[in-house]
């Protein structure tokens, strides 16, 4: 195959074209990066203390995402794009509001691809959006996109944390410097002295700066947790049905929302809901079937959170909630408390006596 190397000028043209499909940023760095090696150890650290949780898939893949140039054959460098997002507070984090992030960033990358397949001739790309093992977040920012703060996520300066990221594997090397990074620090030290979002978690889920354990974090346990949730990190849910925001929502970097990130082909996300199939109600989603339960996930980054799961989610939320019962919840509680799905049943028995105990309170303040 062909040697191939892409210049500086090659990379501000493949940016244009990137931005024009939406991705606003779009570095690159080359695999063999010294700047990887901390965030392998990092990636390490953390699956070795079992922080994993039940993300099988992170132990699974965990040599492949130290080591992505093995899952392409001559892979040298990777195209790192960003997509950025925004939205108001809610029970489905923004991220998961709208199309599914993976099909947006895999069909903008895509146009990328095939500008390198027609300019470069014999370039081998391989598109990785979470579905191909890598360390996004440490690629973006080796690529010089931005930095990672101490909630761990990537930061872009104009456009906050707000961004999903995708990379591209390609064949070609890069002629032009590496940028300007320093990886002997700590990533975070662009944070300064502020701990707004470790301070502001709700369930104390960082261990220390940039070191989450999820087992912990809300995001998680509404996403990725399968089995019951432990009653004081429910409590802590409140509205929250998908995901969780609580820690990019306080951070200085995304108090101004950019004009950028909104230009027409950025905006990949609607207001949430779209559409009535769309509706988070958490009274909905208690009781949701299986048809209504499809139609909420067809195309959404939601179809990673199985129905029952879910609808433990929406019960929990139920259950935060700190008002006198509406005959609406009080039915979709006591009908999930005769559920067939353990899951269901105890959330519902959980949300009824949380509720109970809320009305006590407010009967006979101390
Ligand atoms: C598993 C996973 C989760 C898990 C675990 C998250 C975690 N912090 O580990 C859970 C379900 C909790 C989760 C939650 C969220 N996630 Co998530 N998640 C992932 C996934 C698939 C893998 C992350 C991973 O490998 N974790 C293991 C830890 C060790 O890795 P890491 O977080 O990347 O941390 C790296 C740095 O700390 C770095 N590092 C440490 N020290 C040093 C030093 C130097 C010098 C360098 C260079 C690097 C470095 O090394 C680590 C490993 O590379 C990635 C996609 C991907 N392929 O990377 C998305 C991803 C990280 N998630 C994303 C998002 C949007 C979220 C949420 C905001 C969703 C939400 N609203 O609910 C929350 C944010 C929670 C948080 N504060 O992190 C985005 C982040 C975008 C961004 N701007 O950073 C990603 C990149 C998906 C994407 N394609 O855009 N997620
Ligand atoms: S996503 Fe929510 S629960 Fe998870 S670390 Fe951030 S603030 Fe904490
Ligand atoms: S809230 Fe503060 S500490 Fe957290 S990422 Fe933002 S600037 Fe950094």
């Known amino acids: 195959m062909a040697k191939l190397s892409l210049t500086p000028a090659d990379l501000r043209t493949l940016a244009t074209v990137a931005e024009q499909a939406g991705l606003l940023r779009l570095g690159i760095v080359r695999l063999d990066h010294p700047g990887f090696a901390p965030a392998r150890q990092a990636l390490d650290h953390f699956l070795d203390r079992g922080h994993a949780g039940e993300m099988a898939f992170l132990q699974r893949t965990r040599d492949v995402r130290k080591h992505p ?112 990074v320093d990886h002997t620090r700590a990533p975070w030290d662009a944070c300064g002295s502020c701990t707004r979002c470790l301070d502001a978690c709700p369930t104390q889920a960082f261990v220390a700066p940039g070191d989450l354990d999820p087992r912990r974090c809300l995001s998680y346990l509404t996403i990725e947790h399968r089995g019951p949730i432990d009653e004081q990190l429910a409590a802590a849910l409140g509205e929250r049905v998908a995901g969780c925001d609580v820690c990019q929502e306080v951070c200085p970097y995304n108090k101004s929302e950019s004009r950028e990130a909104r230009t027409p082909a950025a905006s990949w996300l609607q207001p949430w809901p779209q559409t009535p199939a769309r509706d988070p109600d958490p009274v909905r989603l208690a009781t949701i079937r299986s048809g209504a339960h ?73």
């Open 69 to 180: 140039e093995s899952m392409l054959d001559g892979a040298a460098t990777m195209l790192i794009g960003l997509a950025p997002y925004g939205g108001e507070p809610g029970p489905v984090a923004r991220y998961a509001r709208g199309p599914d992030y993976h099909s947006v960033l895999h069909l903008r990358l895509q146009v990328v691809e095939e500008y390198l397949h027609t300019h470069f001739n014999g370039i081998a790309t391989q598109i990785c959006v979470d579905t191909r093992p890598v360390l996004e977040r440490a690629a973006a920012m080796l690529a010089g996109l931005g930095f990672l703060g101490k909630h761990g996520c990537l930061i872009s300066p104009g456009l906050g944390s707000y961004v999903m990221i995708g990379g591209m594997l390609t064949t070609a090397s890069f002629a032009g410097p590496d940028a300007d």
């Open 294 to 366: 499809k139609r909420l996930c067809r195309e959404s980054a939601l179809r990673r959170i199985p129905r029952r799961a879910l609808r433990r989610n929406a019960l929990l939320a139920l259950g935060c909630r700190d008002r006198p019962l509406t005959p609406d919840e009080h039915d979709a509680l006591t009908t999930c408390l005769k559920d067939p799905e353990p899951l269901v049943r105890e959330a519902a028995h959980w949300a009824l006596s949380q509720r109970t105990l809320n009305e006590q309170n407010r009967e006979s303040p101390k």
